[in-house]
T-cell receptor, first 112, second 112 residues
Framework: ELKVEQNPLFLSMQEGKNYTIYCNYS?????LYWYRQDPGKSLESLFV?????AVKQEGRLMASLDTKARLSTLHITAAVHDLSATYFC????????????FGQGTILTVHP | SQTIHQWPATLVQPVGSPLSLECTVE??????LYWYRQAAGRGLQLLFY??????ISSEVPQNLSASRPQDRQFILSSKKLLLSDSGFYLC???????????FGDGTRLSIL
């Protein structure tokens, strides 16, 4: 059974600082997704990582995938308050229907 | 462009009452469709998925059921709600394997 673990689960940052969220998964997969969820809202797709060594960047967020280590990272550069949200990683199992297993989520709060 | 609609946005139901949540997708054909539940704002649990009309697979045994009467319509139902059915229900679609799942705005269900 595929298990996905994120850490930390809670992250309080000051504006302008850098930090990394980690996503570990237990079985082989070549597809990993990062989502953002604002309080009371739905999930917004941030990144799709499809191969080993994939790196994607959007603004102050950068995601990478190491399939050999079964690890993805979401790096936050010079955090701003607007980045406050819950971030989920989700890993696709080896099925045709694209089942995703989600991590627990990381609640990020950026303080002035 | 593709859009996903989910309704109602909020629902308060008494224990033992029936449930029907609806999700429709526009702008694509034969999508994979999913129902998730998110409890206490953390962690998404896949409930059902469908790869085509009338094809439903259940991930978690429960008193909920799903149906797909049309290509782009996915319905989540229950004959008798339990207190434990409270949560945030999200419908999602994907066009193909390897593509991200796109989520609806969700239905917040409270059972009294």
């Amino acid at each position: 059974e595929l298990k996905v673990e994120q850490n930390p689960l809670f992250l309080s940052m000051q504006e302008g600082k850098n930090y990394t969220i980690y996503c570990n998964y237990s079985t082989t997969s070549d597809r990993l997704y990062w989502y953002r969820q604002d309080p009371g809202k739905s999930l917004e797709s941030l990144f799709v990582l499809l191969s080993n060594g994939a790196v994607k960047q959007e603004g102050r967020l950068m995601a990478s995938l190491d399939t050999k280590a079964r690890l993805s990272t979401l790096h936050i550069t010079a955090a701003v308050h607007d980045l406050s949200a819950t971030y989920f990683c989700a890993v696709a199992g080896g099925t045709s229907y694209g089942k995703l297993t989600f991590g627990q989520g990381t609640i990020l709060t950026v303080h002035p | 462009s593709q859009t996903i609609h989910q309704w109602p946005a909020t629902l308060v139901q008494p224990v033992g009452s029936p449930l029907s949540l609806e999700c429709t997708v526009e702008g694509t054909s034969n999508p994979n469709l999913y129902w998730y539940r998110q409890a206490a704002g953390r962690g998404l649990q896949l409930l059902f998925y469908s790869v085509g009309i009338g094809q439903i697979s259940s991930e978690v045994p429960q008193n909920l059921s799903a149906s797909r009467p049309q290509d782009r319509q996915f319905i989540l139902s229950s004959k008798k709600l339990l207190l434990s059915d409270s949560g945030f229900y999200l419908c999602a679609w994907s066009v193909a394997r390897g593509q991200p799942q796109h989520f609806g705005d969700g239905t917040r269900l409270s059972i009294l």
